[in-house]
């Protein structure tokens, strides 16, 4: 059994932060790529960074400069650190992983996702 959960969502005023974390867990082998999409309501999920096992990083261009994701391979986690964030940023938050579970093939996992609202 393999599980993505994700944490650190809220509401956080213009201009403020949040780090939100996702962590793996379960019989896994080996996990490729990790990351983070988000959706906001009406529109379709987006993708907002992810990162590879060797740490390469790729950012929508939307965050780039605001935001850094970043992975502990030792714990099977990423985080992403949102600062300077805008209202147009207020989604929920999905966690992404490719995970290499002991019995199985690959195969993509998602978290239940975090509500992040960015209000005054």
């Known amino acids: 059994q393999v599980q993505v959960v994700e944490s650190g969502g809220g509401l956080v005023q213009p201009g403020g932060s949040l780090r939100l974390s996702c962590a793996a867990s379960?019989?896994?082998?080996?996990?490729?790529?990790m990351g983070w999409y988000r959706q906001a309501p009406g529109k379709e999920r987006e993708s907002v960074a992810t990162?590879?096992?060797?740490?390469?990083?790729n950012y929508a261009d939307s965050v780039k400069g605001r935001f850094t994701l970043s992975r502990d391979n030792a714990k099977n986690t990423v985080y992403l650190q949102t600062n300077s964030l805008k209202p147009e940023d207020t989604a929920v938050y999905y966690c992404?992983?490719?995970?290499?579970?002991?019995?199985?093939?690959?195969?993509?996992?998602w978290g239940q996702g975090t509500q992040v609202t960015v209000s005054s």
């Open positions: 992404y992983a490719e995970i290499l579970p002991i019995s199985g093939t690959s195969s993509g996992y």
């Open positions: 379960g019989s896994i082998l080996s996990i490729n790529t």
């Open positions: 990162i590879t096992s060797d740490r390469r990083t």
